[in-house]
């Protein structure tokens, strides 16, 4: 990471974006830092990737940091929340995009293979909403926004670990949603469908082409589609929205 010696300003609004080293989340931390948030961003590897995110954030006059962070280990979770964040900064946004995929048919998946994934995905969007709900309560303010799926809506052949936890942050978004409002917390999710990121670019031509023909605009979405999205409900144009989902998806699943 850069020598330059920045500290947090402790009054700045600061947005955690978990993931936020590569593919949506880089593009969600770029995109919040643009409007005004000072970013902690937190990756599980790649720091050189990360890095690159805090750089890019900072030669554009803005404020950014990067952690290591795997959010499928509670105790690292709480241990971040505790120590980083809390009477740091003022947290105001906290946007779970941190996931990982380990896809496979049911009849061959393994019992690990379903659990990691959950892990990470689920269980880790809980974990640090629970800790950061701590947090944003006592401020009587703040924005949770969780990075779901198209396939959490509609399912997807081989990916029956990915659709159950991207469908479980649905049901999770929507009672932290009812329960935090009276503490002036928004919870609302993004449920993406075929973005150009690192997990697609390995898509042959045939298969890019085939997934294009099935979205009714007719092309794959971008990172920034959904960051914009993501800036959305982050900003006060969202206050009275709570408990709800938007779909980037090009009319995928209408």
Excluded: H
């Excluded at 770029?30 to 990360?50: M, N, V």
């Amino acid at each position: 990471m850069s020598t330059e010696q920045q500290t947090p300003d402790p009054v700045q609004a600061t947005a955690v974006v978990t993931g936020g080293s590569r593919g949506i989340g880089r593009a969600i931390a770029l995109t919040l830092a643009r409007d005004g948030f000072q970013i902690f961003l937190t990756y599980a590897s790649r720091a050189e990737a990360a890095d690159d995110v805090v750089e890019q954030i900072r030669a554009k006059g803005g404020k950014a940091w990067a952690f290591p962070l795997n959010v499928g280990d509670s105790k690292n979770v709480s241990d971040f929340f505790a120590n980083v964040v809390k009477g740091r900064v003022d947290l105001a946004v906290l946007v779970n995009n941190a996931g990982i995929t380990k896809d496979g048919f049911l009849v061959r998946m393994k019992d690990e293979d379903f659990d990691n994934i959950l892990a990470v995905n689920l269980r880790g969007a809980f974990v640090c909403t629970r800790e950061a709900a701590k947090i944003m309560s006592k401020a009587r303010k703040g924005r949770i926004i969780n990075i779901s799926s198209v396939v959490g809506q509609s399912g997807n052949a081989g990916q029956a670990n990915y659709a159950a936890a991207k469908a479980g942050l649905l049901g999770l978004t929507k009672a932290c949603a009812k329960e935090l409002a009276v503490r002036q917390i928004t919870v609302n999710a993004v449920a993406p469908g075929f973005i150009e990121t690192d997990m697609t670019a390995g898509l042959t031509e045939e298969v890019r082409a085939s997934y294009a023909e099935s979205i009714p605009l007719k092309r794959m979405g971008t990172a920034f589609d959904v960051a914009e999205a993501v800036a959305f409900f982050a900003s006060e144009k969202a206050a009275y929205i709570t408990g709800q989902v938007l779909g980037v998806n090009g009319g995928m699943y209408c």
